[in-house]
């Protein structure tokens, strides 16, 4: 089992940057069989959960979505167990719920796929003003 929590959400305006957390806990990526994706979604009002970032525990690799291409940056920690979203330049359109969650597999050309991810955080608000 693996938990997620994830912090950092807030009411900031356009332009400013955040940074969110998402700590890990139980079967982490130091112990055999654990999750190796790590990703972040984000859910706006009315729409869709969609792909935000991804990375992977062991190597560092990430993917990012083309929609946040150049403004967001994912990283880990693995010391702390704790993966990171920095957003930069925020805009309006990037208010949602932003979730963490994990999946065994880091394959880039899966890590969009809501169903196979096997751990999810309950969800940080992010709001930004115009």
């Known amino acids: 089992q693996v938990q997620l929590v994830e912090s950092g959400g807030g009411l900031v305006q356009a332009g400013d940057s955040l940074r969110l957390s998402c700590a890990a806990s139980g079967r982490t990526f130091s112990n055999y069989g654990a999750p190796d994706g790590m990703s972040w979604f984000r859910q706006a009002p009315g729409k869709e959960r969609e792909f935000v970032a991804a990375?992977?525990?062991?190597?560092?690799?990430?993917y990012i979505a083309d929609s946040v291409k150049g403004r967001f940056t994912c990283s880990r920690d693995n010391a702390r167990n704790t993966v990171y979203l920095q957003m930069n330049s925020l805009k309006p359109e990037d208010t949602a719920v932003y979730y963490c969650?994990?999946?065994?597999?880091?394959?880039?050309?899966?890590?969009?796929?809501?169903?196979?991810?096997?751990?999810w955080g309950q969800g940080t608000q992010v709001t930004v003003s115009s």
């Open positions: 969650a994990a999946k065994v597999l880091f394959m880039p050309q899966t890590m969009a796929d809501m169903s196979r991810y096997d751990y």
């Open positions: 990375i992977s525990w062991r190597r560092g690799n990430t």
